[in-house]
């Protein structure tokens, strides 16, 4: 196994960070060159700073090596498992149960590079994308779901809320804006049989809505990950994987 001595970067894992995650990494066998540690802090580099995988810095391991580890762990649910296991620790810590019972949606627009498929013209005429998300009343990312931007949120919504019950049964209801009142609030009750809660604009002029701020919060906080400044994903299953592996940087911090 090759270990890299370097200096520490800002988005790399503590010792304490890295015990708690470690368990979810298999020991290294004959094939494993690298250690795992360094690989993930390579992958949690590219998503704070937003470079391309061929700028990684040259004290990392290789970034074709470090991009081949990235889409394996997307592909068997890695980054998925790590966030969930985040979410019930981090639930439990402030008096929680693990599992949630209320999830609060959103969405979020993102402008995308003109190689992308699954794109669309936006209200604002550019090319995008939308972030789906659902959050716990903690503000914890529980589901993303990323789609073309012309798919409007009371038909889109009801994706990442199956995704959400999927994941996390133990959801009772969700919270909503406005935006989601028809659509959305039948086809939760239809195909999910869960019951929805819409928050109207308090009149004119600029208010804190009940729950709505949660969500809208977690989606600034995903914001500071520089990857997420666009979406410069090729495909939408490595979008929604950035979106993880951002708000995964957000829990982490806390160990």
């Known amino acids: 196994i ?21 368990p ?30 061929r700028s990684l810095p040259h004290d990392f391991p290789p970034y074709a090596t470090v991009s081949n580890f990235y889409h394996a762990a997307v592909k068997s649910g890695l980054w998925e498992k790590l966030l969930t296991a ?16 209320y999830g609060i949606i959103d969405s979020q627009g993102v402008k995308t590079q003109a190689q992308q498929k699954n794109e669309v013209l936006t209200v604002e005429k550019t090319k995008g994308r939308k972030r789906h998300i659902i959050v716990d009343t903690m503000g ?12 409007h949120d009371t038909k889109s919504g009801i994706l990442v809320a199956e995704r959400t019950i999927e994941k996390y049964p133990s959801i009772q209801r969700f919270c909503a804006d406005a935006g989601y009142r028809k659509t959305f609030g039948k086809a939760a009750v239809q ?14 002029g600029w208010h804190i809505l009940p729950n709505r701020w ?30 993880v592996i951002a708000a995964f940087r957000i829990l982490i911090a806390r160990f």
């Open 24 to 53: 979810f990494f298999p020991r290294p066998g004959n094939k494993s060159k690298w250690e795992k540690r360094e690989l993930v802090n390579a992958v949690l580099y590219l998503v704070d700073n937003g470079c391309r995988w």
């Open 2 to 22: 090759i270990k890299n001595e370097r200096s520490r970067y800002a988005s790399d894992l503590t010792d304490s960070q890295w015990k708690a995650i470690a």
């Open 191 to 204: 195909k999910l049989n869960r019951g929805v809660d819409i928050v109207e604009k308090l009149g004119n």
């Open 140 to 151: 914890n990312l529980l589901a993303v779901v990323v789609h073309a931007a012309n798919i």
């Open 86 to 101: 985040l979410v019930s620790i981090t639930r439990e810590e402030d008096s929680r149960k693990a599992a949630p019972s």
């Open 214 to 243: 949660i969500v809208e919060r977690t989606i600034a906080w995903l914001n500071n990950s520089r990857r997420l400044s666009k979406d410069y994903e090729i495909s939408v299953v490595s979008a929604q994987a950035m979106c």
